[in-house]
C-alpha cells in the first residue's frame, strides 16, 4: 500500500521477552509525520491490541503529528452490550484504550454494530466504518456462476450488506430473523422471499464458528434453491467452520484479507489507499 501510495513505510522491530510481553520498536524518524497506522486485530486479538496500542502510543512520544488508524477487523465489537450482569462492555472498553493512546482518527471495514449503530456513539475522535461489500460483489460478478441471484443476508444487521450487494449485481435480497441461542448455536426464520430454483448468494459481516451461514444454508436448500454461494467481509473461521460451510453444501466461499484465511480471496487494500488518498495523506 506505501508503494502504491508514494508512501514510506515506516519499519518497526517487534519481538517477545522471555516472560512473554511485547517489544516494540520504531525503526524511523516520525517526528512532525502523519502517520497511518495499519493494524487487523483478528485472531490473537489481546496481542495485536496490545501491539496498536503501544504502537500509536510510540509514534505519538516520539513527535508524529497525527496518527490515523486502519483497525480492517475490529476485535470485541460483537460485545457491545451488557446480555448477562457484570459482563464487561469490551466494545467500550477497546475503545476507550484507542482514544486514550493518542489515535486522532479511525477507520474500520464493515464493524459489527448490532445495538451500538453508530461508532461515534462510543468513539469521540472522528471514525468512518468502511464497507467491502462492492469488492466481494465484483468478485462474485467477475466470476460470472451466479445466475441473478437471491442475495441473502442471515439477519437484521446484515439488511445493510444484501442491499449493497444485490444492487451491485442487479438483483434483489431479503433477509432472515435470528435468534443466537448460544456461542456456537442460532435459530434463523425465513421472511418473504423463496429461493425456489434460484442461485443464492449469501452475505455477512463475520463468519465465526459457521453456525449462521448452515443455518441459512439448510433452509434455502429446503426452499429448494439450485446454488448457494457465500460471502463475509471477515472470514474469523473457528472451530472448523468452514469444512462445515462446504459439507452443508455450500458452493464457493469467500472473504476479504482483514482476516487471513484460506478463503481471504478479496482484498481490502484498494479499500484503504483510496481513503488514504481521500484524507489528502498521499
Ligand atoms: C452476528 O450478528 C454477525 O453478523 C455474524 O452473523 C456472526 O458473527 C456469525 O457468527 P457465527 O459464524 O459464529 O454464526
Not at 510510540?58 to 480492517?72: E, N, Q, R, S, Y
Not at 466461499?253 to 478479496?266: A, E, L, M, Q, R
Amino acid at each position: 500500500m506505501a508503494l502504491e501510495l508514494g508512501l514510506n513505510a515506516t519499519r518497526l522491530e517487534t519481538r517477545r521477552f522471555p516472560d512473554g510481553e511485547k517489544y516494540l520498536r520504531v525503526l524511523d524518524e516520525v517526528k512532525g509525520e502523519d502517520v497511518v497506522v495499519i493494524q487487523s486485530i483478528h485472531h490473537a486479538p489481546d496481542d495485536l491490541l496490545v501491539e496498536y496500542l503501544l504502537l500509536v502510543d510510540t509514534l505519538k512520544d516520539l513527535g508524529a503529528k497525527k496518527v490515523i488508524g486502519f483497525i480492517p477487523y475490529f476485535a470485541y465489537a460483537r460485545q457491545d452490550e451488557r446480555f448477562h450482569p457484570g459482563e464487561a462492555l469490551s466494545f467500550k472498553t477497546v475503545c476507550k484504550l484507542l482514544e486514550s493512546v493518542g489515535t486522532d482518527e479511525v477507520y474500520t471495514i464493515d464493524t459489527h454494530q448490532h445495538r451500538v449503530l453508530k461508532s461515534s456513539d462510543v468513539l469521540s475522535i472522528p471514525s468512518h466504518n468502511l464497507t467491502a461489500m462492492p469488492l466481494l460483489a465484483d468478485y462474485i460478478s467477475k466470476s460470472g456462476v451466479l445466475k441473478k441471484p437471491l442475495v441473502i443476508g442471515p439477519d437484521m444487521e446484515a439488511e445493510r450488506w444484501a442491499k449493497i450487494a444485490a444492487e451491485r449485481l442487479g438483483t434483489d435480497y431479503d433477509i432472515f430473523e435470528k435468534k443466537r441461542l448460544a456461542d456456537e448455536d442460532v435459530e434463523l426464520r425465513p421472511r418473504k422471499a423463496s429461493a425456489k430454483d434460484r442461485d443464492v448468494l449469501i452475505v455477512d459481516d463475520i463468519i465465526s464458528t459457521g453456525g449462521t451461514i448452515v443455518e441459512a444454508l439448510k433452509i434455502l436448500f429446503s426452499q429448494g434453491a439450485k446454488r448457494i454461494d457465500v460471502a463475509c467481509t471477515h472470514p474469523i473461521l473457528a472451530s472448523g467452520a468452514l469444512s462445515k460451510i462446504y459439507e452443508a453444501g455450500a458452493q464457493t466461499v469467500v472473504g476479504t484479507d482483514t482476516v487471513p484465511s484460506p478463503i481471504s480471496y478479496v482484498s481490502v487494500a484498494p479499500l484503504i489507499t483510496e481513503q488514504v488518498r481521500k484524507a489528502g495523506l498521499a
